[in-house]
């Protein structure tokens, strides 16, 4: 029996570039005989003309399904919302920008079906085209969060990525509000393919990361996928509460020793100074951990959604 793939496309602003990839995509789509093909575009809030793009792509070609947000919920809602609604036996996450290159797909169809894996994923083994200053915080966020979580997250890993049905509903039944999907794909598990490849720049369109964009982004992964950082706090605690009283029996014994000199006032000012910073420094990693745990109780939707072509989508979710 003929299987289906269902490619899910986040898109925002991408009026330059959803165009030529859905030309690229056809062409692919037209030399896999054994599959069928449907395409799934995500408008997260563009701005610009991505929706009547969609809209009109989905009037002449039937394997065009869209949902459309009611605002901008970031790529890993686009990408969850694309997640609960492909109905193929085969899913993978796609960026519009050609960046992710749809001539890998047969190649990655051809291992899913021949061999023993439930995804293959794609490593780019290069940062051609990036700034050196991204490069660099990027391979040590990979190098901290592997070391401190149990998630395993591959240093230039993309998103892109194709998956058999029942990775996909793994990835569904984790419905966590704060996402993070390199972490969530490792954690699931599963048998995964690593294809590398060069890197490839976006045929049209900016970036949408901005330098303080992937900061956030990679705090969240840390949080999300580690204690590590409120064992570190405690421990810090530990370390400095032994000291101190290490240091005030040496004080008090030198006190009934040789008197009371007054002196060393700059390096009480000093010490209290560090004292109140390290304190600060432990109660804000406490409240990154807090704030996510208040979004997370609050359980509000990932994403809403405001128009779609999809009849069975879920509006909210
Ligand atoms: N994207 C999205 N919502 C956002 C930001 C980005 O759906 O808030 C989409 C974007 O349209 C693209 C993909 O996510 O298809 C990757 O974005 P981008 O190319 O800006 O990221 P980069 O490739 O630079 O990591
Ligand atoms: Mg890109």
């Not at 419905?175 to 049209?204: D, M, Q």
Request: glycine fraction near 6%; aromatic fraction near 12%.
């Amino acid at each position: 029996m003929k299987k289906s793939l269902t490619l899910i496309v986040p898109c925002y602003n991408e009026e330059d570039s959803l165009p030529i990839f859905y030309e690229a995509v056809c062409d692919v789509a037209g030399t896999l005989e054994h599959c069928d093909v449907t395409l799934l575009l995500i408008n997260d809030g563009s701005r610009d003309r991505t929706l009547s793009i969609m809209r009109e792509l989905a009037a002449k070609d039937s394997r065009v399904r869209y949902i459309s947000f009611s605002r901008n919920f970031g790529k890993e809602a686009a990408m969850y919302a694309g997640f609960c609604n492909a109905k193929g036996d085969y899913v993978a996450v796609m960026d519009a920008d050609m960046q992710d290159p749809p001539s890998l797909l047969p190649q990655m169809l051809e291992i899913l079906e021949t061999q023993e894996y439930d995804s293959v994923a794609t490593r780019r083994v290069t940062r051609e085209g990036e700034p050196p200053i991204r490069s660099f915080f990027a391979r040590m966020f990979y190098r901290i969060i592997n070391r401190i979580s149990d998630a395993d997250i591959v240093d230039g890993a993309r998103d892109f990525r194709l998956m058999k049905r029942e990775m996909v509903d793994a990835i569904v039944a984790m419905c966590e509000y704060n996402r993070f999907s390199k972490g969530i794909f490792g954690w699931i598990g599963f048998r995964t393919k690593w294809l590398p490849y060069k890197n490839v720049e976006r045929v049209a369109g900016e970036t949408k990361w901005s330098f303080w964009g992937l900061f956030k982004y990679s705090i969240d992964g840390i949080v999300n996928f580690s204690q590590a950082p409120l064992s570190i706090a405690s421990l810090m605690g530990l370390l400095l509460t032994v000291a101190s009283f290490c240091a005030i029996v040496f004080i008090v014994l030198r006190r009934l020793i040789f008197g009371d000199p007054v002196a060393g006032w700059a390096s009480t000012a000093c010490i209290i100074l560090f004292m109140g910073g390290l304190q600060l420094l432990c109660m804000g990693i406490m409240g990154q951990y807090l704030a996510k745990t208040y979004l997370e109780v609050k359980r509000r939707p990932h994403y809403i959604i405001a128009e779609t072509n999809d009849e069975s989508a879920k509006l909210v979710g």
